[in-house]
């Protein structure tokens, strides 16, 4: 059974910073990794998406990467900014499953 | 905006009641996933239809059913309501061809509480 952790689980940083959040995984039989957005009380927004053959992906200040062998994938914020501040999930589907979720970071960027 | 829907928004309801939660897909999306999120937790797989029926389901009790009609609309109904069953409750939909780990969109969700 696949199952997938997050730290920190909360994280408050002054405007400007870079951060890094990790997610790991029990079962590296991936199918992909990705990363979600999540506003309080809202839906998902996918982020990133990492299929099981690639080492990592960016979008503008984001950059996520993937390690299979040791069960990791970190999400890297470049120059953080207030509108960042959200929780952020990662999930890692096994091939023919749905997403399994980790628990989430909860991210505060203070202006 | 994805292009999903869903209601109600809130819904407050008592233990021992039934519920029933609608989703409306992007037209065209043949694929409908259900997830609950509990405060603080990361969603949870419920189940999955395709081209109107059960495709998959989570570790969840019979009292969760749900039904994917012709029109890209579904619902989840729960049956025999309990404490823990409150939680922000997400749809999910894939296009064709889509395999739904790679594309899915996800609505706003409906926020149950359960007293």
Same mark, same amino acid.
């Given at each position: 059974k696949q199952e997938v952790t997050q730290i920190p689980a909360a994280l408050s940083v002054p405007e400007g910073e870079n951060l890094v959040l990790n997610c790991s995984f029990t079962d590296s039989a991936i199918y992909n990794l990705q990363w979600f957005r999540q506003d309080p009380g809202k839906g998902l927004t996918s982020l &990133? @998406?990492?299929?099981?053959?690639?080492?990592?992906?960016?979008?503008?200040? @984001?950059?996520?990467? &993937?390690?299979?062998?040791?069960?990791?994938?970190? @999400?890297?914020?470049?120059?953080?900014?207030?509108g960042d501040s959200a929780t952020y999930l990662c999930a890692a589907p096994r091939p023919g499953q749905n997403f399994v979720f980790g628990p989430g970071t909860r991210l505060s960027v203070l202006p | 905006?994805?292009?999903?829907?869903? /209601?109600?928004?809130? %819904?407050?309801?008592?233990?021992? +009641?039934?519920?029933? %939660?609608?989703? /409306?897909?992007?037209? *065209?999306?043949?694929?409908?996933?259900?997830? +609950?999120?509990? %405060? *603080?937790?990361?969603? +949870?797989?419920?189940?999955? =239809? =395709?081209r109107e029926e059960e495709n998959g389901r989570g570790n969840f009790p019979p009292r969760f059913s749900g039904l994917q009609f012709p029109n890209y609309s579904s619902e989840l109904n729960v049956n025999a309501l309990e404490l823990d069953d409150s939680a922000l409750y997400l749809c999910a939909s894939s296009p064709p061809q889509a395999r739904p780990t790679d594309t899915q969109y996800f609505g706003p969700g409906t926020r149950l509480t359960v007293l």
């Open positions: &990133l @998406l990492i299929q099981s053959s690639q080492r990592e992906q960016t979008s503008g200040r @984001l950059n996520a990467s &993937l390690d299979k062998s040791s069960g990791r994938s970190t @999400l890297y914020i470049a120059a953080s900014q207030p | 905006e994805t292009g999903v829907t869903q /209601s109600p928004t809130h %819904l407050i309801k008592t233990r021992g +009641q039934q519920v029933t %939660l609608r989703c /409306s897909s992007q037209s *065209g999306h043949n694929t409908v996933s259900w997830y +609950q999120q509990a %405060l *603080g937790q990361g969603p +949870q797989f419920i189940f999955q =239809y =395709y």
